[in-house]
């Protein structure tokens, strides 16, 4: 067996994932990532299955298997109990940790991600939060949403949030000693290293 | 008291309304292919608007070859069915549609692998390697079905007026409910014989006999080549008995 | 929706003594039903939930942007038990869909391989000196309020009823793809026909519309609307329920997903502006609510304070249709009844 594949199957999800395939369709029937890309969650399951290195070498540079949009409609239908959203968590860690994940257009956006939300959480302690959804960078969210963010301080309070405030309640500022152990647990578990790899150019294969 | 009993007590189909997915029970223009036999035999082939059919579709493995519905097995004669009632849609309504989702074509038995090419070349019939994952009715009473042509390695969106399911064979009430009672149940709950190859009459109880479906998934042959061999093994092992 | 031929699935729900964990996106843009959601349960039906100052985001988005590895997500879930441990509590209500979730995977993943479990105790010791346990019971807010949705019923002012027609209002509802498809079991009614918005919509006097894509994602994907060229995915997934859903003129939508509440209002907002196209028939959209902003109007609180008016669909016509009453002066005003200029209007949806 090959490395990629060796990579692919220690992956603890793995087992959980891919048990066997039999090329029914029915996950990329169902998938919202097929209807609007060139993407087949069926194809990608079989060529894993198949253990090809060279084949899987060649999925993990491409945009591929950065098309799913992780909605998971595949699991409850997979008449095998196969999981191909899992499948691409694999595909796209080991894709990073081996550098692949530059070579494609799609795979080269997970340094804006790991700035963005990557950032977001090492920063403020939240994924997403209004202060990070910039009305210039989100025109599709209106200008109702335009006129929160311009009045954000004076209206959150109307909805009970707290915003930037210390204590409990919604948009709170996560406090230090909290984020000191957010910060403390990426390190351990190699987030942090992760992160900065993706940030500084990644690792090179 | 008996010398010897013979357990025939069958099989019942998968019942389609556990398969929510497929909408059956709750969209009329979904039925399974026990319904479309009786359409099929009294002539009245009707959408559920009551009115004639332009495109009927029909999806292989139904609560077969499925771990969610629970049976991993396959049902053997659907195959067969699905091809023979797509047959008989063209025959009696010649300009409607059909056509068959499968994943494979298990046309076991004398006669019936070409009987798939009769039904392509002088049917009409076509064929879809996939299986449909999700049917919806819709506003005007059809019935729309996502699968994927994994032929074509593409996304299949589809309106159709009646989606067949050909569901599968599983054990009878009576079977299960048997099988527990004298400790003979098998995988599924279907009876257990001592041997498949040459002991296949044989449930391991001295004079107790199984014979047909309720043992497995069977065609009409393979019933009645059954009975015949239970009835032999059951007079072989009276005459033992002196 | 009637004629349903499937068991209502009876998901195992406690009854009390909740531990809340605030959802990034719901924060973010529906704060008001974070706070309906806790006003409901303690002072509506008397319910002890605690909401911990000391808690974070469960990373679910970093782990389905595949920028948090499983290891880290792993952890950072553990502190959060470790968390709810100190607290006292055993039952887990997470705001957030994708937590939801990530809570119940994780926990799957540990029962299924214990050395998981065990790397992240250690993980989780090294990194801030804690200890956890897994929760006795997790359930999402929206299976509260569906447990209690006859009690709160009872202290309902008005009802999912059209005063002018006297007929039930139709009622779009969303489940979130990670309620149900993750665990089917773990969701009420399961993954094809989730009843737990359905319950609450038929409990409270509403019809439940069923269409074509009913369970099609919203389109979120994660990656696919984060970043900013990837939108299209985002935009195309909920137009094709908005154009399967047209023909039964729903009155308003619903969803216990707080990105998919957002997301079937916002691409209303951005198709009307790029295609003229609105999905109802007068060119304003049609409504969409979170359950917590259903449950409150229905109860009586004021509309301004649940937060409709940072929704880009705008819902006062809705609240007409129900009789629910409304100040149109303080819907732009600050918390302190500053009069604030109002938010420029759309080129083409109507407000």
């Keep these: 067996m090959g490395n990629l594949i060796d990579l692919i199957r220690s992956d603890a999800r793995y087992e959980d994932s891919l048990k066997a395939c039999m090329n029914c369709g029915i996950c990329t029937a169902i998938c919202p990532a097929a209807e609007f890309y060139d993407y087949d969650p069926r194809r990608i399951c079989d060529t894993v299955q198949r253990g090809d290195e060279e084949q899987v070498e060649k999925l993990l540079r491409e945009d591929t298997i950065w098309y799913c949009g992780q909605c998971m409609s595949c699991k409850p239908r997979c008449p095998r109990g196969n999981v191909p959203g899992a499948v691409i968590n694999i595909l796209r860690k080991v894709s990073q940790e081996m550098g692949y994940y530059k070579e494609s257009r799609m795979g080269r956006q997970q340094v804006a991600l790991m700035a963005g939300i990557g950032n977001n959480i090492l920063e403020i302690g939240y994924c997403v939060h209004p202060d990070k959804v910039r009305p210039e960078m989100h025109p599709e969210q209106g200008p109702a949403w335009e006129w929160y963010i311009k009045n954000i301080k004076e209206v959150a309070p109307k909805f009970g949030a707290n915003y930037h405030g210390k204590g409990a309640g919604a948009l709170r500022e996560i406090c230090p000693e909290t984020m000191e152990e957010l910060r403390n647990i990426f390190k351990v578990t190699g987030g ?7 940030l500084n150019g990644g690792k090179d294969d | 008291m008996a010398d010897a009993a ?15 997915e497929l909408g059956y029970g709750i969209y009329k223009g979904v039925i399974t292919s026990l319904d479309m036999e009786q359409m099929i035999k009294h002539g009245k082939i009707l959408n559920a608007n009551g009115d004639e059919p332009k495109r009927i579709t029909f999806l292989q493995c139904v609560g077969s070859r499925d771990e969610k519905s629970g049976n991993h097995y396959c049902s053997k004669i659907c195959c067969v069915t699905a091809v023979k009632q797509a047959i008989e849609v063209r025959k009696q309504l010649p300009k409607c549609e059909a056509s068959v989702f499968y994943m494979d074509l298990r046309m076991w038995g004398q006669g019936f692998e070409e009987m798939y090419r009769t039904a392509q070349e002088k049917y009409g019939v076509s064929f879809v ?29 589809m309106t159709t007026d009646l989606l067949v399911l050909m569901v599968g064979m599983e054990a009878s009430c009576g079977t299960k409910v048997l099988g527990k009672s004298c400790d003979i149940s098998g995988d599924y709950g279907f009876i257990r014989t001592v041997n498949p190859h040459l002991y296949d009459n044989e449930t391991g109880r001295p004079g107790l006999f199984a014979a047909g479906t309720c043992k497995r998934p069977m065609s009409v042959s393979d019933s009645i080549n059954d009975a015949r061999s239970a009835a032999n093994a059951i007079k072989d092992y009276l005459e033992t008995l002196g | 929706m009637a004629n349903r031929y499937w068991n209502e699935y009876q998901k195992n729900i406690a009854d009390d003594h909740y ?7 719901r924060q973010t843009f529906f704060p008001g039903s974070e706070t309906a959601f806790l006003k409901m349960m303690q002072d509506e039906l008397g319910k002890d939930i605690f909401d911990d100052f000391r808690l974070h985001t469960c990373t679910g988005i970093g782990y389905h942007t595949d920028v948090v590895p499983l290891e880290t997500t792993m952890t950072v879930v553990a502190r959060i038990f470790s968390l709810m441990k100190e607290r006292g509590y055993e039952n887990l209500v997470p705001s957030c869909i994708t937590s939801f979730g990530v809570f119940t995977e994780m926990c799957h993943m540990w029962q299924e391989h214990p050395e998981l479990l065990e790397q992240t105790r250690e993980n989780l010791y090294k990194a801030c000196k804690r200890e956890f346990d897994m929760p006795k019971n997790i359930a999402h807010p929206s299976d509260l309020i569906f447990k209690y949705r006859f009690e709160l019923a009872e202290k309902m002012k008005y009802r999912l009823v059209n005063r002018f027609t006297g007929k039930p209002l139709n009622v779009v509802e969303h489940i979130g793809c990670h309620y149900a498809k993750l665990f089917p079991d773990k969701g009420v009614g399961k993954a094809e026909f989730p009843y737990v918005l359905a319950g609450m919509i038929e409990a409270w006097g509403g019809h439940v519309v069923d269409y074509p894509e009913r369970r099609h994602c919203c389109g979120f994907g994660f990656r696919q609307y984060l970043v900013q060229e990837n939108r299209g995915y985002s935009v195309s997934n909920t137009k094709k329920k908005l154009e399967s859903m047209e023909p039964y003129e729903p009155d308003f939508i619903v969803s216990n997903c707080p990105g998919c509440s957002m997301f079937l209002d916002r691409w209303q907002y951005t198709i009307a502006e790029m295609e003229h196209k609105t999905y109802d028939r007068e060119g304003y959209g049609i409504p969409v609510l979170t359950y917590e902003e259903m449950a409150g109007l229905l109860l009586g609180y004021d509309p301004w304070e649940l937060g409709l008016q940072i929704h880009q669909v705008q819902s006062e016509r809705l609240l007409d249709k129900i009789g629910i009453p409304y ?12 009069i604030l200029r109002a938010p420029e209007k759309p080129e083409n949806l109507l407000v």
Excluded: W
């Design chain 1, 192 to 198: 942090m290293d992760f992160h900065d790899a993706i």
């Design chain 2, 6 to 20: 013979l357990i025939a007590t069958g099989y019942q189909v998968f019942d389609a309304h556990r398969k929510e």
């Design chain 2, 129 to 157: 390697r996939g299986r449909i994952s999700e049917a919806a009715g819709t506003f005007d009473g059809r019935v729309q079905l996502k699968s994927e042509d994994t032929l074509m390695g593409l996304p299949l969106k």
């Design chain 3, 19 to 25: 531990y809340y964990e605030r959802s990034c996106i």
């Design chain 3, 327 to 338: 100040d149109p002066k303080q819907k732009y005003n600050s918390a302190s009844g500053k």
